[in-house]
């Protein structure tokens, strides 16, 4: 992450005729407040007040109650109630499998999408829309698909006599991950193939010349040139997709709202229904401390892992 | 387009990636052409999982209540029984659906100019100006995009009602900010450091101010990536569900994917077609956006993500 921001050009101009120095950094300063302003206003502030709150019994439902200093009872909660240790395994094991299946459907169309044919910006617009479209419509699109009555997935599998026709997708717990799953993936699959494909176009052409002329076969030169010389591409399209399938919210509620059961809750669900169901700002402000803390430790993972070998 | 095929291993159906077999030499011409329909067919299978669900609510969407509850098969398949807008006139008409429709587009629109003038201004000083730590503040720009959305909900809530503003759509302006302004801060301090500074030396030289310089001299090149900036923020705008559903409260309140959302759970019966009409409405401009700009959108979500 650090790497990029290393670019040409942060310092500034030299002065020039009737504007100092000092005057131009001043005026940068003020030009910067803004942002740094309001982004501190809708995270620090947040992550300060999530901290404090961890270490109080803060509970709306009980206004009455102290706000008192609890220590690390809601801490201890998260690992004895067993609804978080459940939800951060359900969590990691969704992250890890839409993640690597996504990312294996988005090389497969970035390859596509780099070749020059006829309709190739046709296609690129065509599948940018499931991208750009709400994650409200691509949740409520695929529950109109996989519905029972008013669905496609039921009425083919009818129309070709083929089993699980009368399949209420959501009501059982691994029908249901398969429908999120293919719901976040038709949304998301599209955004990791646009940065590959971008990771593809700053591949010089003479490289695979020089191995075409060496004798290497497509999947050689695929596998020692293309791969390697994508990782950067990778780790950037890994580290967006691995912290938003750890944080996935929109798509389990509005698809199964955390059921059957509890069966697909999520942490991001877990934190949601602790603030606004239960109104256990203390509890909750323990889940979202743990959400940012692992959203770190899997951030700075994959920079170590993916980072370029020098 | 020779060179290519050798290298570019095919694909199907976006899926999994199938090399091209090496060997070329013997039946170069025959191979080339099964190569070329078995791509062309990727291509097929690849626009039919991306657009086909769309028609499907598309279809779904133009069933009345009676069609709908009988279900696909019989006389509805894969083409409605009838065509009628009657799920669209019930979303506008008992649903109340343009005012969610007219909320969103405030929000959006609102947190698109804000993201345009705020990310203008410090883009221009990360680019040009010479103030220190530049590296730390977008550092820090860049890392409060990834900020866990759940964890900003619970202290906003209690600070939106401490403040009187739950159930009002001008605080999520604010609260959208950390969806569009790392990106566009990003993109624009990127797009500013590439403009020449002669351009700006001769209007400083002339006696313009900074700002004039920035007003008159720096923006106008730089149409293209606040355009840019513009449509992916209001895309991220235009998306948001969580925040809506936290602060939010009553239904004249609502955004339309709040709405939309809400629409599913307040019946008995779901009905899909009236969702799907409302679903097929929010996703027009969208994909309008989509088909108009999307060299914009493809330029804007790569730029300098893979640089340095």
Known sequence: MARRLRLPSLGGTPPSAGVSRKADRRLGYALVAPVVILLLAVTGYPLAYNLWNSFHNVILSNPGAPQNFVGLQNYQQLATASEFPAALARTLAFMLVSVVLETIAALGLALMLHR??????????????????????????????????????????????????????LAGEWTAWTAVLVADAWKNVPFIAIILLAGLQLIPGDVYEAARIDGASAWQSFRRMTLPLLRPALMVALIFRTLQAFLVFDIIYIMTGGGPGSTTETLSYLNWQAFLVSTNFGYGGAISISLVVISLIIAGGIVLVMRPKT | MADASVTKPLTTGGRAAVPATGRWRGSRGRRRLLGQVLFYLGVVVVLLIALFPFYWILRTSLENNAEFVQGVGGANGFLPAHLTLSSYIDDFTQLHF?????NSAIVALGTTAVTIVVASLAGYSLARLPIRGGGAILTFVLLAGFFPVLAMVGPLFLLYR?????DNIYP??????????????????????????????????????RLQTLRKVVIPVSIP?????????????????????SFLD????????????VFGQSQFQTFY??????????????????????RRIVSGLTAGSLKG
């Open chain 2, 225 to 245: 990536a606040v355009f840019t900036a513009g449509i992916l923020s209001f895309i991220l705008a235009w998306n948001d569900f969580a925040f809506a559903l």
């Open chain 2, 250 to 261: 009553s239904p004249s309140k609502f955004t339309a994917p709040l709405a939309i959302v």
């Open chain 2, 172 to 209: 999520l302006i604010i609260t959208y900010l950390v969806y569009t302004l790392p990106l566009s801060t990003w993109l624009l301090r990127n797009f500013f450091a590439q403009i020449p500074k002669e351009l700006e030396e001769a209007a400083l030289v002339d006696g313009a101010s």
């Open chain 2, 162 to 166: 401490d403040l009187g503003l739950l």
């Open chain 2, 273 to 294: 077609n009236r969702i799907d009409a409302a679903v097929v409405v929010i996703t027009i401009p969208i994909a309008i956006l989509v088909l108009i700009a999307q």
């Open chain 1, 116 to 169: 020059a044919f006829r309709g190739r910006g046709f296609l690129r617009a065509a599948v940018l829309i499931p991208w750009a479209v709400p994650t409200v419509v691509s949740a409520l699109l695929w529950t109109t698909m996989f519905d029972p009555r008013s669905g496609f997935v039921d009425y083919v599998l009818g129309l070709l006599h083929l089993p699980g026709s009368n399949t209420t997708w």
């Open chain 2, 98 to 102: 343009l005012t969610p429709l007219l």
